[in-house]
C-alpha cells in the first residue's frame, strides 16, 4: 500500500512519454503482484498506452498487459494479442519478449508444452543478447531467466523429465551462486523440487520445498 501511495503521488508529475510509462508499469506490477488487484493494474496499463504518444513506449505497455492476462487465467485472449507484438518487426525486442514470456504461459495452461517449448528456444537467444544490457523500462535483466525457467517447467509438463531436471538444477545453481533475488532462488528452488517429486523422489523434493519457503 505504501508503493502504491507514492507511485501514485508522483504520477501527476510526469512530463515525459518514458515517465508516464515507467510509472504505468510499476503501479501495475505492485498492483498484481503485490496487492492482488488486477483490475486495476490493468486500467493503469490501458490508461498509459492511451496517453503515450510513442508507439515503441505503447508497445512495451501492451506486452507488459499481455503477461497480466496470461498471469489472470486467460491464456486465449494473452496468446491472441501476444502474437500479434511477436509477429511485429517494428516491435522492440524488449516488449516482444515480454510477449512470448506471456504466450510461453499461456502454451504451458493450455495443454500445448511442446509448443510452450519450441516458442522458448525461438526467443531465448534474443533474452540473451539482451542480457547484460538494461532494458528500457525494467529494473534489472532478468527477462532472460523467467523465459529459461518457463521452459524447464514447460519440459516438465511435456513428460521430459531428465532434461527437465538438469534445466531446473543448472537454473537453481545460478540462482543460488548469483544471489540476484531471494525471490528468485525460492522460484527455482520451488521448480526444481517439483521435478524430483515427478521423478518419485519425494524427500529430496521435501527439501527443496523448505529452502523455498526459508527464502521468502
Same mark, same amino acid.
Given at each position: 500500500?505504501?508503493?502504491?501511495?507514492?507511485?501514485?503521488?508522483?504520477?501527476?508529475?510526469?512530463?515525459?512519454? =518514458?515517465?508516464?510509462?515507467?510509472?504505468?508499469?510499476?503501479?501495475?506490477?505492485?498492483?498484481?503482484?503485490?496487492?492482488?488487484? *488486477?483490475?486495476?493494474?490493468?486500467?493503469?496499463?490501458?490508461?498509459?498506452?492511451?496517453?503515450?504518444?510513442?508507439?515503441? &513506449?505503447?508497445?512495451?505497455?501492451?506486452?507488459?498487459?499481455?503477461?497480466?492476462?496470461?498471469?489472470?487465467?486467460?491464456?486465449?485472449? *494473452?496468446?491472441?494479442?501476444?502474437?500479434?507484438?511477436?509477429?511485429?518487426?517494428?516491435?522492440?525486442?524488449?516488449?516482444? &519478449?515480454?510477449?512470448?514470456?506471456?504466450?510461453?504461459?499461456?502454451?504451458?495452461?493450455?495443454?500445448?508444452? %511442446?509448443?510452450?517449448? =519450441?516458442?522458448?528456444?525461438?526467443?531465448? +537467444?534474443?533474452?540473451?543478447?539482451?542480457?547484460?544490457?538494461?532494458? &528500457?523500462?525494467?529494473?534489472? +535483466?532478468?527477462?532472460?531467466?523467467?523465459?529459461?525457467?518457463?521452459?524447464?517447467?514447460?519440459?516438465?509438463?511435456?513428460?521430459?523429465?531428465?532434461?527437465?531436471?538438469?534445466?531446473?538444477?543448472?537454473?537453481?545453481?545460478?540462482?543460488?551462486? %548469483?544471489?540476484?533475488? =531471494?525471490?528468485?532462488? *525460492?522460484?527455482?528452488?520451488?521448480?526444481?523440487?517439483?521435478?524430483?517429486?515427478?521423478?518419485?523422489?519425494?524427500?529430496?523434493?521435501?527439501? &527443496?520445498?523448505?529452502?523455498?519457503?526459508?527464502?521468502?
Amino acid at each position: 500500500e505504501a508503493a502504491e501511495e507514492l507511485l501514485t503521488s508522483i504520477q501527476q508529475h510526469a512530463t515525459t512519454d =518514458a515517465e508516464r510509462a515507467a510509472l504505468a508499469i510499476a503501479l501495475a506490477r505492485n498492483r498484481f503482484w503485490g496487492l492482488g488487484r *488486477a483490475a486495476a493494474a490493468e486500467a493503469a496499463l490501458r490508461e498509459a498506452e492511451a496517453a503515450v504518444a510513442d508507439a515503441a &513506449l505503447r508497445d512495451e505497455l501492451v506486452g507488459q498487459r499481455i503477461r497480466l492476462a496470461s498471469a489472470s487465467a486467460r491464456p486465449r485472449e *494473452a496468446l491472441a494479442a501476444a502474437r500479434r507484438l511477436l509477429d511485429d518487426p517494428g516491435a522492440r525486442d524488449q516488449a516482444r &519478449l515480454q510477449a512470448a514470456l506471456a504466450a510461453v504461459e499461456a502454451l504451458m495452461t493450455s495443454g500445448r508444452s %511442446e509448443e510452450a517449448i =519450441a516458442l522458448a528456444d525461438r526467443w531465448l +537467444p534474443v533474452a540473451q543478447r539482451s542480457r547484460d544490457a538494461l532494458p &528500457l523500462l525494467e529494473l534489472a +535483466p532478468v527477462i532472460e531467466l523467467v523465459l529459461a525457467s518457463e521452459r524447464a517447467i514447460a519440459l516438465r509438463l511435456a513428460g521430459r523429465l531428465v532434461e527437465a531436471t538438469d534445466s531446473s538444477q543448472a537454473l537453481y545453481h545460478r540462482a543460488v551462486t %548469483e544471489q540476484a533475488s =531471494a525471490q528468485n532462488g *525460492a522460484v527455482e528452488a520451488s521448480s526444481l523440487a517439483y521435478m524430483w517429486l515427478a521423478r518419485g523422489r519425494p524427500r529430496t523434493a521435501l527439501r &527443496l520445498f523448505r529452502e523455498s519457503a526459508g527464502r521468502l
